[in-house]
């Protein structure tokens, strides 16, 4: 078994260390030395990573599975009072109303999407590739395959920014999603003044390819999910 005590406050898991080692590299690695050195108690600290997205991991670690209700999006929904839903079935609901859950319903995406980016951040410490794949495909299914407008916070590129390198699948989400979203010069100019040099590059590169009719190459058109993904290396 392996104790990891995760964040500032060191939450304790205690995970069976066999699993951890076919599906992480990092946690292979500990299992190597702590071999080497002959000792029965493994502790391992992770500050880095915050207990909750964690706890997604271990259900990925036992189930194979991105469980987003790990995270808690199972309890949380667009504040609606009982009596909205009944005014909804009778049309009766006003504008100002339906603005409200609208909004309320994006800034819940919104918040997944952040808290999903935040979580390949944390497999790619791990070094688990298809967590962070797996990751990536629903990813590509809220904020790019959707046929309703979608949105990312800046605090969501400036996680981005910080944590990755060029060239990173979540850096090529975010710049498919603003090629996707931002279609007029108003929107293009105002993005620009806060979003990072890498996406504003990238986002403007995809516009000269498709207006030299490079069509082949036009991220707006449905994407394929393994264009997101990074190398597999099966544990052994």
């Not at 931002?182 to 000269?208: H, N, Q, R, Y």
């Amino acid at each position: 078994m392996v104790t990891i005590l995760v964040g500032e406050g060191e939450m304790p898991f205690i995970l069976h260390q066999a699993p951890l080692a076919r599906k992480s590299q990092y946690f292979k690695d500990v299992s190597t030395s702590e071999q080497e050195r002959e000792t029965d108690e493994v502790v391992v600290k992770l500050s880095s990573i915050d207990s909750v997205s964690f706890k997604v991991y271990t259900h990925w670690v036992y189930g194979s599975q991105l469980d987003s209700g790990a995270m808690g999006y199972h309890m949380r929904k667009a504040p609606q009072s009982e009596d909205f839903m009944t005014r909804h079935e009778t049309t009766l609901v006003s504008k100002a109303e339906r603005e409200a859950t609208q909004k309320a319903t994006l800034d819940l995406c919104s918040e997944l999407a952040h808290d999903l980016m935040r979580l390949w951040t944390h497999a790619d410490f791990l070094g688990d590739a298809r967590f962070q794949n797996t990751i990536a495909d629903e990813l590509v299914k809220r904020l790019l395959d959707r046929n309703t407008p979608t949105v990312i916070h800046m605090k969501t590129f400036a996680l981005v920014d910080e944590q990755t390198e060029s060239d990173c699948p979540l850096r090529q989400i975010c710049i498919h999603w603003a090629d996707r979203e931002l279609t007029k010069k108003s929107d293009m100019k105002v993005f620009s003044e806060t979003a990072p040099k890498w996406l504003m590059s990238g986002l403007l590169f995809s516009k000269i390819r498709r207006e030299q009719g490079r069509w082949e190459e036009d991220p707006r058109r449905v994407p394929t999910k393994r264009r997101y993904h990074v190398p597999e290396v099966v544990q052994t």
